[in-house]
């Protein structure tokens, strides 16, 4: 194949034996996988940046700068473990990160993972509290004595320091003076066999599963150190920073708030995810809204919005807010012409932005408060049903367009 390749004319590739055109086809299949493996990473990187801990973990990483690293701590009875003193958020409280979770957010392209140190681990358990034991190489004994020995230079005399007592040669009594003795460097002696010894054998206990093994059967495994892929920072940005302020008033108007919000479609029966759900009592009757965000470096394009309105119309949601940051592209603009969705453009951490979403969110309440009002003094219940259908909505696009 290689060489039938390498032989056909360059201009006239567009006729193809047969065989090639089989291996586009696998070329094909290929870009079409690794596109899922593409879209599948970033729509659980969109997952990961409203997960609670994640947001609380990227914020105190946003925080405390570009150069800050996640590293390694070891605790006695409990390993190596991964540590953040908490943000504003979390009342300055330590939680500790799985390893699990931070190697997610380097698959998912969030964090950076880099060598901090490699340790030695049980083979058995993968543990790293085991406790290292001398042996003797000629009897095995593990009852040893580490010692040094003391050359008496003028008599030749050779043995362990501790024999000199008083600094007194044991053979011929001199004391030991400064250049006449010289130490033999480090020996081990075995008190069983009475072997003396350079270098002794080495026993690891693994002191979680008990396991005896040597150095050489030990497992080496990396201890890494993470931080911030400071090429998605902008994107990190915007999704983690995105519904605090928003989370402040609602909590202000009495709002219950989850975030993510995760309700079921009354239809299909379907989970859906929504960025924020809010609840709140009003005269009797829960009002409930329901808050996408999306995040693009441009513009918002529809795919979105039309998910989001394709949401809402499976659950009862009297208002219906979708946050554009920075803006919605003129056809995502389009689409929101005769929906009743409160569409907020530009950043939420822009004050003028947050009070814009204020005033709208107590006018439909108002609104709301009004109807509920003027329902009880006709006694004339709305028997509109509590969700539109998906399609009406989208023919109501139509009418207008
Ligand atoms: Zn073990
Ligand atoms: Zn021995
Ligand atoms: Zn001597």
Same mark, same amino acid.
């Not at 291996?23 to 899922?36: G, L, Q, S």
């Not at 801990?53 to 009875?77: A, C, F, N, S, W």
């Not at 709301?368 to 989208?394: G, H, M, R, Y």
């Given at each position: ?13 567009? *006729?193809? &034996?047969?065989?090639? %055109? ?90 950076? #993972? ?8 049980? &083979? ?5 509290? /085991? ?9 095995? @004994? ?41 130490? /033999? ?11 003396? =010894? ?17 150095? #050489? ?31 402040? $008033? ?13 309700? $079921? ?9 929504? @960025? ?5 009592? $009003? ?15 441009? *513009? ?7 998910? !989001?309105? !394709? ?8 208002? &219906?807010? =979708? ?23 530009? @950043? ?38 509590? %969700? ?8 109501? $696009?139509?009418?207008?367009?």
């Amino acid at each position: 194949m290689k060489n039938q390749d390498q032989k056909t004319d360059p201009k006239k590739t567009t *006729e193809q &034996p047969k065989e090639k %055109t089989v291996a586009d086809k696998n070329k094909e299949t290929i870009k079409v996988t690794n596109t899922n493996v593409q879209d599948k990473i970033v729509f659980e990187r969109k997952e990961a940046y409203i997960e609670p801990q994640t947001r609380d973990l990227l914020k105190k990483l946003l925080q405390d700068g570009d150069e800050v690293e996640i590293i390694p701590t070891y605790t006695i009875g409990v390993g190596f473990e991964y540590r953040t003193t908490g943000s504003i958020i979390n009342n300055n409280e330590t939680t500790t990160l799985s390893k699990n979770s931070l190697e997610k957010l380097v698959q998912l392209d969030i964090l950076k #993972k880099s060598f901090y140190d490699s340790v030695s681990i049980c &083979p058995s358990c993968q543990s790293t509290f /085991m406790t290292l034991h001398n042996r003797c190489p000629k009897c095995e @004994s593990r009852n040893i004595d580490k010692t040094s020995l003391t050359e008496h230079i003028p008599c030749g005399y050779i043995d362990q320091r501790d024999q000199y007592i008083q600094d007194c040669c044991p053979k011929c009594g001199e004391l030991l003076v400064e250049g006449k003795y010289r130490n /033999m460097g480090r020996w081990y002696i075995c008190q069983a066999c009475g072997e003396k =010894f350079e270098k002794p054998e080495f026993d690891l206990v693994c002191r979680s599963c008990n396991k005896i093994f040597t150095i #050489k059967e030990a497992q080496v495994t990396e201890i890494p150190k993470f931080t911030l892929n400071l090429a998605r920072k902008g994107e990190i940005r915007q999704n983690v920073t995105s519904l605090e302020n928003i989370k402040t $008033i609602l909590t202000k108007l009495d709002f219950n708030i989850e975030i993510p919000g995760l309700t $079921i479609g009354q239809k299909t029966g379907m989970t859906h995810h929504f @960025s924020l759900i809010a609840k709140k009592q $009003i005269n009797g009757q829960e009002i409930v809204i329901a808050l996408d965000h999306s995040v693009s470096e441009t *513009e918002i394009q529809p795919s979105p919005l039309i998910y !989001y309105i !394709y949401k809402t119309s499976e659950i009862k949601v009297d208002i &219906p807010i =979708f946050v554009a940051m920075p803006k919605l592209s003129e056809t995502a603009k389009k689409i929101t012409q005769g929906q009743n969705i409160l569409i907020i453009e530009g @950043s939420t951490e822009a004050p003028e932005v947050i009070d814009k979403i204020k005033t709208e969110i107590e006018d439909r309440i108002n609104q709301i408060n009004q109807k509920t009002f003027n329902e009880t003094k006709n006694q004339q219940p709305d028997n509109k049903p509590e %969700t539109t259908s998906f399609f009406s909505k989208l023919r109501g $696009i139509k009418k207008r367009t």
